[in-house]
């Protein structure tokens, strides 16, 4: 794990961000952390000039890789005794988002979607658009590559160690985008202790991070059903 990269980070213009992208930019680390090796990583990026932060958009044509990493939350419509009767994904900002990469990203630009989306996205979503923006541009659609693979991390003292110590899934919207994801990714994760595994389709990988979620949300109920009872 010895690459190095140049990083931009991208984020929504508004009052909420503005701070954080000034602090990040004057070299004073936004948030706090129970993990001391973002403060180093931080402290190292700084001396070395390698990390900005902003909210403009036109950053995406100096990227070679795109990483989408945007919350995306299910929403209750009604809920009904307990009951939950409706559901709602709002993909109106991520979609935004994308079309923003499209926008201003190179012809040859890795697209790796790291967000929880719903099954599908990918292949429905992310890939019209960015080829529509593409073409609207007067490029070609041919070079650049698309793929998913879900981000892991564990909160906590060993924040860093958890993205970099985790197995991984990934999968691309072709044969030379899943060699993409899996060369990049081979920079960033530890391969030789937690292999990557490859499956067949990108909703593959969609899926098995909504199954993986679900597990937690399981176990998570089940224990405060337990915690209820208990106390009770």
């Not at 985008?177 to 067949?200: C, Q, V």
Request: aromatic share 10%; net charge negative; glycine share 4%.
């Amino acid at each position: 794990l010895t690459e190095e990269y140049a990083v931009i980070g991208v984020d929504l213009a508004n009052e909420n961000t503005y701070w954080k992208i000034k602090s990040i930019n004057d070299g004073i680390f936004p948030l706090i952390s129970e993990d001391p090796k973002i403060e180093e990583f931080f402290e190292r990026s700084r001396e070395q000039g390698n990390l900005l932060a902003t909210y403009d958009p036109v950053a995406y044509k100096y990227a070679d890789v795109v990483i989408v990493d945007i919350n995306l939350d299910v929403k209750k419509i009604s809920e009904e005794c307990g009951v939950l009767k409706e559901f709602d994904v709002d993909l109106s900002g991520f979609k935004a988002a994308i079309r923003s990469v499209g926008a201003h990203c190179r012809d040859n630009v890795l697209v790796l979607v790291e967000t929880t989306v719903p099954p599908g996205t990918c292949e429905n979503i992310v890939k019209p658009i960015i080829e529509d923006q593409l073409t609207q541009r007067g490029l070609t659609t041919a070079k650049y590559r698309l793929g998913h693979s879900y981000e892991r991390v564990m909160p906590g003292p060993e924040y860093i160690d958890s993205i970099r110590e985790f197995p991984r899934v990934y999968s691309g919207c072709n044969v030379a985008s899943a060699d993409a994801i899996e060369a990049f990714l081979n920079t960033i994760i530890d391969t030789n202790k937690y292999p990557l595994t490859k499956l067949s389709t990108i909703r593959s990988v969609e899926t098995a991070k909504i199954i993986e979620n679900t597990y937690r949300a399981v176990n998570i109920a089940l224990i405060d059903e337990w915690t209820r009872f208990a106390e009770k």
